[in-house]
């Protein structure tokens, strides 16, 4: 245990961190299913994602005190395989000589590449890791889809307005961990209103005006912050509506808002690899083959603003920015492959048309494989009058190429196949 001494080194925002799931304030449908699983002894690998300042990393932290489980933690940023399999050969001792699972703590965890994330595998799906990961990502995104299954996503929402009032006035409230300072409900109200949702940015901002005296007021609050609102209001943007607004602005055409919430993440320090995947994504995802270079610019950008870093990337990632949403847009090859997927995972697509298959090994002519087909090269226009499809999806159509840019071109050229195939 921490003397008072220690205690107080630490920042208001850590020494009031709950210690329970009774002195947690705010996300209550999510305390009630982890207090179930608590409860039952039924703790999973899960992964906590929301916006800063939610209690993503205090949530981790209470589940894995309540687990009667050895406890390990790592910093993503920080770690590398090595302490992923010095953690995972402790859990085996842990296992074998006190017959304990072992929680392991990953903070940040979007930063893992995926061969991190692949040592973990194994050892999560057989139970002797519990996985317990904290992240402001979208794990959709930042995580390999073999983790992902093995986990529970929890999303953490921004902490509501009395949420903050309520965590405020329990820092005021404390006489061991809070501070020893008065301060009038209005000005606990702007603290509250500027945090937007973020419990540590509002816990900061209340312990630097308790350096003033002892008796706040809304004029220190003022004076505190005044031209500082920006920067509070900036880190208090909604990651996930602004990254929202800035790839809806680039598929809807508007280079001038795409540029304007470019700038909001940029400023708000974003990540600039985060930006440019999103870049790329709506490259491949709403232009298309409408405009192929655009993938092809995103690609570019992506290498090129990670090359530079900023401040000079913030050109590179206008640049294409700008490009994607001027360009035409179409998302036919994404709505193509999401239709040929549901077929294969929802219907029997029979077998590969003989005359396809590889008839490169010995004994495969023997069975017929390649029997029959028509090299395209042989013929005018490479469009030869063959089946490719499985019998089953012979009249399957995936990719539909719209009237937009290049992909009009695209479209009328493969009208020339589609008259001999349908």
Same mark, same amino acid.
């Given at each position: ?78 770690? =590398? ?39 973990? *595998? ?10 317990? =990961? ?37 820092? *005021? ?62 880190? =208090? ?57 655009? *993938? ?84 005018? =226009? ?10 089953? !999806? ?15 071109? !695209?479209?009328?050229? *493969? ?8």
């Amino acid at each position: 245990m921490e003397d008072s001494a220690q205690q107080l080194f630490k920042p208001l925002a850590e020494r009031m961190r709950p210690r329970s799931l009774d002195e947690f304030i705010g996300q209550s449908a999510i305390i009630n299913q982890i207090k179930h699983a608590i409860g039952s002894a039924r703790i999973t690998s899960m992964i906590f994602f929301g916006p800063p300042g939610s209690g993503k990393t205090t949530l981790a932290r209470i589940v894995a005190d309540s687990s009667d489980s050895a406890f390990r933690k790592l910093n993503a940023a920080l770690s =590398g395989v090595a302490d992923i399999r010095a953690v995972i050969s402790d859990a085996d001792a842990q296992r074998r000589l006190n017959n304990r699972r072992t929680i392991l703590f990953i903070d940040e965890i979007h930063r893992f590449n995926k061969s991190q994330q692949d040592v973990l *595998l194994p050892y999560v799906e057989d139970g002797r890791l519990i996985l317990i =990961g904290a992240t402001t990502e979208n794990p959709f995104f930042e995580v390999n889809a073999a983790l992902l299954s093995r986990v529970r996503l929890i999303r953490l929402t921004r902490l509501t307005v009395d949420d903050i009032k309520k965590i405020l006035r329990a820092a *005021l409230d404390d006489p061991e961990r809070g501070l020893d300072v008065s301060i009038d409900d209005q000005s606990i109200g702007i603290i509250a209103d500027v945090a937007d949702g973020d419990a540590r940015m509002a816990l900061n901002i209340l312990e630097q005006l308790s350096t003033v005296g002892k008796n706040i007021t809304v004029e220190d609050l003022k004076n505190l912050i005044g031209e500082r609102v920006r920067l509070f209001d900036k880190k =208090g943007d909604n990651h996930y509506d602004v990254t929202s607004a800035f790839i809806k602005s680039m598929r809807g055409s508007d280079p001038d808002a795409a540029i304007h919430y470019l700038a909001r993440l940029i400023d708000g320090g974003e990540d600039i690899n985060f930006i440019a995947r999103r870049i790329v994504i709506c490259a491949a995802e709403d232009v298309g083959n409408a405009a192929p270079m655009a *993938l092809v610019l995103a690609n570019a950008a992506a290498q090129a603003a990670q090359f530079v870093g900023l401040p000079e990337a913030r050109i590179i990632l206008a640049q294409a920015v700008t490009y994607i949403a001027s360009a035409p847009k179409s998302n036919a090859a994404y709505l193509a492959i999401d239709a040929a997927l549901d077929d294969v995972r929802s219907k029997n697509c029979g077998e590969v048309p003989k005359h396809l298959r590889d008839a490169h090994y010995k004994g495969a002519k023997a069975l017929g494989h390649g029997k029959g087909y028509r090299y395209p090269h042989d013929f005018d =226009g490479n469009f030869v009058e063959q089946q490719y499809l499985p019998s089953a !999806l012979a009249d399957a159509k995936y990719y539909r190429p719209t009237d937009n840019g290049v992909e009009k071109q !695209l479209g009328e050229r *493969l009208k020339q196949f589609w008259r001999k195939r349908f």
